[in-house]
């Protein structure tokens, strides 16, 4: 029979085998016709066959793979798009975004979308490899390194197209800042038809570069790694068989539309992979559902770090456990109720231990519901220590601090270290160390206009009766510094649209180039989150950044309050002082001769008197008493209530500040 292909207007041309014709399609791109040209027109030329005999075979993997040192390998810009992908060396054009360098050596090319001109918001550019035959009994893995930075970051997409037929599947995608870092991708990719892999950057805002580099196609399965996203499986965890319910393996959004998530956290797709703890109207109270990881050995990681999902009114309490090789069990993370329609993000410092020891996620049901899945993802151990829940200092990441996005808000907080790219506004140094090496977040005013808004909100907060103190430092310096904000929101009051809440504590205008602390007290009767709000000034120079932010359940403790006095009265405390200081030593001097002279005394005594009870002794007041020693622990000691190192203490102090 004879066999034809069917072609596409692409760059380059693209075709596939047909048992009839030839066909040749084309898409009208333009917005709007030009009076008096009618239809449009395509028209081709020089057409020629290649490799269409049976025995052709297509190049091998590894030759897809590419750093874009030398152009774009066997890659092409899209014909279905409005931008092209640029290569650069060095930082992008616009300041506050993109990569300072590319990922393969940091002085070599990459690829990346230009955000700046503002008439092209929302347009994108496709980058697609050459047609790929079949993926095989094991499939290959597809990896690259993006970077996505910028307070209006918009998205980047990974597509697999085939082409008979004709068919789309996004199998990868991240939308907004990702944080001034290169990240990779791994995607075991096994479709068995012809296809290609497009990538595809949109642009979100007039600060949203994107980057990709260093493409790699190998043979088989991604290779394994600290993190385990379920894609190809458990990784090993294991249901608990003593539990009441089984965590379940989920593609997609979960059953009822009011609870659980709609997609996995590693992919951000309907194909993803993560487990959830289902939730239904004949549930139990406190039934539980328990995974468990490999045997780890002792001396690997300092923090377990995972993203989990708790939305729906019916929610229960995610626990984590550090469990060890003889099924000890301490609890290291817990949280309980409605987290919101978003993954968050988990940390806890791993206990000291001698044996190997396992993590264990517990999902704890609140009873009768079908509002209340629980959901887990991306799991992994690190060897850098995690700061306790609630405290941040932004060294590594933004700790359980996010950005709202969903188009609330104008501009994403960003994570930052040294002086502000934009002169005269902004810190040069964090307040953690004092350098230019540590980090903060802050809102890059260069972007936006007068007004827009900028989100950074906290994870949940159980209500305490001893209600909660927040913490942090703020830098506010420039010409333009417009308004901070903090607000705190619960259920309730999101459930009427309002994103804000209720505010608790603003501040405006240029406070000068240093760092100022703030305290703010709340007792609120509803489990709550934090909101920091920045609304931009009238210009740029007006950049506001946060660091060391904590949230402890107390009220707040402000330093003695400093009362104005003038020179007279700061000489007059100051030698009252000096006086008290010089009596209490000439007291301490006479006591010190009287208590040698009565020594020397006493030792008279008992060499002269042999009648003298042994086990008797005197004390400092001439008294005598039986084989008692005043002035021991049981009298004074530096081990007093406030702090007591004995293990009884120790049990008493913290069950009183957990009441």
């Known amino acids: 029979m004879e066999r034809s292909l069917v072609c596409s207007i692409d760059k380059p041309m693209l075709c596939h085998e047909n048992q009839d014709d030839v066909w040749f399609s084309s898409t009208n791109k333009a917005t709007q016709e030009t009076p008096g040209t009618g239809d449009h027109v395509v028209a081709v030329d020089d057409i020629s066959f290649l490799n269409c005999e049976r025995s052709y075979q297509p190049p091998a993997l590894p030759s897809f793979s590419c750093t874009f040192e030398d152009g774009l390998c066997v890659w092409v810009q899209g014909a279905e798009d409005e931008l092209d992908w640029l290569s650069r060396s060095g930082p992008t054009e616009t300041p506050n975004t993109g990569p300072a360098g590319d990922h393969t050596t940091g002085k070599g090319i990459y690829l990346y979308i230009n955000s700046s001109p503002q008439s092209i918001k929302g347009k994108s550019a496709q980058l697609k490899s050459s047609l790929l035959p079949p993926a095989g009994d094991q499939g290959y893995c597809f990896t690259f390194w993006y970077h996505m930075f910028g307070a209006t970051v918009g998205s980047l997409r990974m597509v697999l197209q085939s082409t008979d037929p004709l068919e789309k599947t996004l199998v990868w995608q991240k939308l907004g800042n990702q944080g001034d870092e290169w ?19 949109t642009v979100g805002g007039e600060a949203g570069d994107i980057a990709i580099d260093d493409i790699s196609l190998i043979h088989g399965p991604c290779p394994a790694s600290d993190l385990c996203d379920f894609e190809e499986g458990s990784c090993n965890w294991q249901q608990v068989t003593t539990d009441d319910f089984d965590w379940v393996r989920q593609s997609g959004p979960t059953n009822d539309p009011n609870t659980g998530p709609d997609s996995d956290h590693t992919t951000n797709t309907a194909i993803g992979h993560y487990y959830y703890l289902p939730s239904s109207a004949d549930d139990p109270a406190g039934q539980k559902a328990s995974m468990s990881s490999p045997l780890y050995p002792a001396d690997k990681g300092f923090c377990v770090q995972l993203w989990y999902h708790m939305y729906g009114r019916g929610v229960g309490t995610l626990n984590i456990y550090q469990q060890s090789e003889d099924e000890k069990e301490a609890l290291i993370f817990s949280q309980t109720g409605d987290q919101g329609r978003l993954w968050r993000f988990a940390q806890a410092s791993l206990l000291p231990r001698v044996q190997p020891y396992r993590v264990v996620v517990e999902g704890v049901k609140a009873g009768p519901s079908q ?65 230019t090496h540590g980090h903060y977040v802050y809102v890059d005013s260069s972007v936006g206009e007068w007004g827009d808004t900028s989100f950074l909100i906290s994870d949940v907060f159980q209500p305490s009766s001893r209600g909660h103190c ?11 510094v417009g308004t901070l904000k903090v607000y705190i929101n619960d ?41 920091f709000v920045y609304q931009r000034g009238m210009s740029t120079g007006g950049d506001v950044a946060l660091d060391d932010i904590t949230i402890i359940p107390s009220e707040c403790y402000s330093d003695p309050p400093i009362n104005p006095s003038d020179d007279n009265d700061t000489f007059s405390v100051g030698l009252a002082v000096g006086l008290t200081l010089l009596t209490g030593v000439i007291i301490s001097i006479i006591l010190f001769m009287l208590n040698r002279k009565w020594s020397t005394m006493n030792k008279l005594v008992i060499m002269t008197n042999e009648e003298t009870d042994q086990n008797s002794v005197f004390d ?11 002035g021991s622990e049981s009298d004074f000691s530096f081990f007093n209530k406030v702090y007591d190192p004995s293990p009884h203490s120790n049990d008493d102090t913290m069950a009183s500040s957990d009441a």
């Open 183 to 201: 990240l990779l991708v791994q995607s075991h990719v096994t479709l068995q038809r012809v296809h290609q892999v497009v990538l595809e950057a």
């Open 371 to 435: 509002e209340g899945d629980m959901a887990f993802d991306d799991v992994q151990l690190t060897d850098a220590q995690c700061p306790p829940h609630g405290v941040c200092d932004f060294e590594i990441s933004l700790c359980s601090w996010s950005n709202l996005g969903g188009g609330v808000d104008q501009g994403d907080w960003l994570r930052g270290g040294g002086a502000s790219p934009n002169p005269n506004t902004g810190p040069s140094v964090d307040h953690t160390t004092n350098s």
């Open 470 to 480: 927040l913490t942090f430092w703020y830098h506010m310096f420039g010409n333009h």
């Open 491 to 531: 259920r309730k009051i999101h459930a009427g649209g309002d994103e804000e809440g209720l505010l608790k504590w603003i501040e405006t205008g240029n406070k000068g180039d240093q760092w100022q602390q703030a305290r703010v007290s709340i007792i609120h009767k509803e489990a709550f989150w934090f909101v």
């Open 620 to 630: 400092l007041s001439g008294g005598r008493t039986d084989g008692t020693e005043h």
